[in-house]
């Protein structure tokens, strides 16, 4: 029995902290597109934004997504899922605003 909450001890703290890790990194990535986004809601201008990139960002942050899924990852899920939305918001806008 011993042996058994050893282990259950130290499973816990291992996957706590990578849990902590990986949401703190999808919140930090996920985040750093919200100040894009505003931008371009606020003064209506896409010109230097690139088109292909957010496209294939898009695409890219999609399959992270699907994989998350797939793993049952949770960090990996929250943070593409909110990631994927604000990529399209800015490759709408970029259509939409040129």
Do not use: H
Not at 20 to 34: D, E, H, K, M, R
């Amino acid at each position: 029995m011993c042996c058994f909450i050893n282990w259950w001890r130290g499973y816990f703290n291992k996957n706590m902290k990578s849990l902590i890790i990986g949401l703190a990194a999808g919140i930090l990535c996920t985040l750093s597109f919200l100040p894009q986004v505003v931008k371009i809601f606020r003064t209506k201008q896409t010109k230097d934004l690139s088109l292909i990139t957010f496209s294939m960002l898009s695409m890219g942050v999609f399959l992270w997504l699907i994989y998350g899924i797939l793993i049952k990852e949770f960090p990996v899920i929250a943070a593409n899922s909110v990631t994927l939305i604000l990529a399209l918001l800015i490759v709408i806008m970029k259509i939409k605003y040129g």
